[in-house]
T-cell receptor, first 111, second 114 residues
Framework: SQQGEEDPQALSIQEGENATMNCSYKTSINNLQWYRQNSGRGLVHLILIRSNEREKHSGRLRVTLDTSKKSSSLLITASRAADTASYFCATAQGGSEKLVFGKGTKLTVNP | DARVTQTPRHKVTEMGQEVTMRCQPILGHNTVFWYRQTMMQGLELLAYFRNRAPLDDSGMPKDRFSAEMPDATLATLKIQPSEPRDSAVYFC????????????FGEGSRLTVL
């Protein structure tokens, strides 16, 4: 069963614009992760944010976590055509190690 | 360049046939996950292993699926007999010793059951 749910399901923007994707989850978590999947490829880990962190940066990526609202957002700044991919959030409930993925946001960055 | 290797990348088979998918985790990684991805269901966790021992396979249809780790460098997922509804991309992912959550995925095995 899905723990995280991404929103929107699809997003189309122009190169240079920022892209924001959201993830909501249902139960308490140890950490929340974001992954990227290019078409026909495996998932690639982008960033992990722990439950006691509120914000984290990695290059053009910014992730926020609001545990009171059980939600997270992924911001990609100054997007590039190469950012075109599906983005997934993943969580492990409570003390579990089982990483459960949402259905993803499909991002298209138009040149 | 350490990576998770999955074989075969593509497999087309007929209903009723046995299918075996193989995964070589990154050397030194002791946690291995199997996921299945379809358009309808997204990514579903099938099973996961720690130090070759199965910790959870509750996501796997028990009557036809089996997962094993014969040794630390090989994980297998077997479907017998296969059915059209098993058509999906199957991913293996591994995590390092002291696994804290980050997984490294293979490129997947795309299975089509006719």
């Amino acid at each position: 069963s899905q723990q995280g749910e991404e929103d929107p399901q699809a997003l189309s923007i122009q190169e240079g614009e920022n892209a924001t994707m959201n993830c909501s989850y249902k139960t308490s978590i140890n950490n929340l992760q974001w992954y990227r999947q290019n078409s026909g490829r495996g998932l690639v880990h982008l960033i992990l944010i722990r439950s006691n962190e509120r914000e984290k940066h990695s290059g053009r990526l910014r992730v926020t976590l609001d545990t009171s609202k059980k939600s997270s957002s992924l911001l990609i700044t100054a997007s590039r055509a190469a950012d075109t991919a599906s983005y997934f959030c993943a969580t492990a409930q409570g003390g579990s190690e089982k990483l459960v993925f949402g259905k993803g946001t499909k991002l298209t960055v138009n040149p | 360049d350490a990576r998770v290797t999955q074989t075969p990348r593509h497999k087309v088979t007929e209903m009723g046939q046995e299918v075996t998918m193989r995964c070589q985790p990154i050397l030194g990684h002791n946690t291995v996950f199997w996921y299945r991805q379809t358009m309808m269901q997204g990514l579903e966790l099938l099973a996961y292993f720690r130090n070759r021992a199965p910790l959870d396979d509750s996501g796997m249809p028990k009557d036809r699926f089996s997962a094993e780790m014969p040794d630390a460098t090989l994980a297998t997922l077997k479907i017998q007999p296969s059915e059209p509804r098993d058509s999906a991309v199957y991913f293996c992912a591994s995590g390092p010793l002291g696994y804290t959550g980050e997984l490294f995925f293979g490129e997947g095995s795309r299975l089509t059951v006719l």
